[in-house]
């Protein structure tokens, strides 16, 4: 089974940029479409890209129209997250997620992931 390490988040002020990576080990990432969630303390996780395992389409979610984008690598068996003009409500825990090899689409509720890291943090100043 895949584990998966995310790393890159950090403090930034408002309108600076960060790219959050999530790194696998343990299977090669072209088996699965990533998801990228975040959350904060007392919320669910919320959805903010996914992307399917061969990488191209993208599914989005409001939060990051516009301003983050994810991509994926599997040549280094790594997923990214762009994220630009970040803002005060953008700080939350950031976690990759891997889904099924058999997905056709991606699903934007946590509980359909199999597999997550232990996330990252990205804390935004005003």
């Known amino acids: 089974q895949v584990q998966l390490v995310e790393s890159g988040g950090g403090l930034v002020q408002a309108g600076g940029s960060l790219r959050l990576s999530c790194t696998a080990s343990?299977?090669?990432?072209?088996?699965?479409?990533i998801g990228w969630f975040r959350q904060t303390p007392g919320q669910e996780r919320e959805f903010v890209q996914g992307?399917?395992?061969?990488?191209?389409?993208?599914w989005d979610s409001d939060v990051a129209k516009g301003r983050f984008t994810i991509s994926k690598d599997n040549s280094k068996n790594a997923a990214y997250l762009q994220m630009n003009n970040l803002k005060p409500g953008d700080t939350a825990i950031y976690y990759c997620?891997?889904?099924?090899?058999?997905?056709?689409?991606?699903?934007?509720?946590?509980?359909?992931?199999?597999?997550w890291g232990q996330g990252t943090q990205v804390t935004v100043s005003s």
């Open positions: 997620a891997a889904g099924r090899p058999t997905w056709d689409t991606i699903f934007r509720r946590a509980r359909d992931y199999d597999y």
């Open positions: 343990g299977d090669t990432l072209t088996n699965y479409p």
């Open positions: 992307i399917r395992r061969s990488g191209g389409r993208i």
